[in-house]
């Protein structure tokens, strides 16, 4: 079946404009997880969404980062006024149920931002 | 002390050897244990997952988990130039965070010399 889909898969905007990234999870997966990866800090956990839950939010870095999920499937997370610092590649994954144990997440192919 | 620590390398094998990737981490409650294998300019792909003490084999690869020890492991036998990649250890933690974020390990770099 399809993975995880993200677009775009590239993305160059300038510094102070607002962007958007979307990810669409796999088929039935309820737990949807934002990451990001630079190379100084590795892979990062931002948001994740469990079904129509409230998202824990507790990895986002500064309240510029914002994200939703609309009807417990497609996630948008928006970047606004957009810094140099945030240049990454944005991951999504997903995965069946979460949870602390045997959740096995899959990644899309992410978008690279770059903040020019 | 880091939460999960790997060798960053590179590890250099030749092709057909057996290669062994570390990892240990500081969560002495964390139950579920992921390798994910990552080409340059690619996103992660989920090789193993391990959640007993112990081995747990997949084809060439085997996972090996010593919770005592707080140390995972991946073997790679009859490694193959296309075996070269990034190879991230991650760890979901017991508490804090979110309900199953992942924590990951910077990452050991595999070459496999043909």
């Known amino acids: 079946g399809a993975g995880v889909s993200q677009s775009p898969s590239n993305k160059v905007t300038e510094k102070g404009k607002d962007v958007e990234l979307r990810c669409d999870p796999i088929s039935g997966h309820t737990a949807l997880y934002w990451y990001r990866q630079s190379l100084g800090q590795g892979l990062e956990f931002l948001i994740y969404?469990?079904?129509?839950?409230?998202?824990?939010k507790s990895g986002l870095p500064s309240d510029r980062f914002s994200a939703e999920r609309t009807g417990g499937s497609v996630s948008t997370l928006t970047i606004q006024r957009t810094q140099q610092e945030d240049s990454a590649v944005y991951l999504c994954a997903s995965s069946l149920a979460g949870g602390r144990v045997y959740n096995e997440q899959f990644f899309g192919p992410g978008t690279r931002l770059t903040v020019l | 002390q880091k939460e999960v620590e790997q060798n960053s390398g590179p590890l250099s094998v030749p092709e057909g050897a057996i290669a062994s990737l570390n990892c240990t981490y500081s969560d002495r409650g964390s139950q579920s244990f992921f390798w994910y294998r990552q080409y340059s300019g690619k996103s992660p792909e989920l090789i193993m997952s391990i959640y007993s003490n112990g081995d747990k084999e997949d084809g060439r690869f085997t996972a090996q988990l010593n919770k005592a020890s707080q140390y995972v492991s991946l073997l790679i036998r009859d490694s193959q130039p296309s075996d070269s990649a990034t190879y991230l250890c991650a760890v979901i933690p017991s508490r804090g965070g979110s309900q199953g974020n992942l924590i990951f390990g910077k990452g050991t770099k595999l070459s496999v010399k043909p």
């Open positions: 969404f469990q079904g129509n839950s409230a998202p824990d």
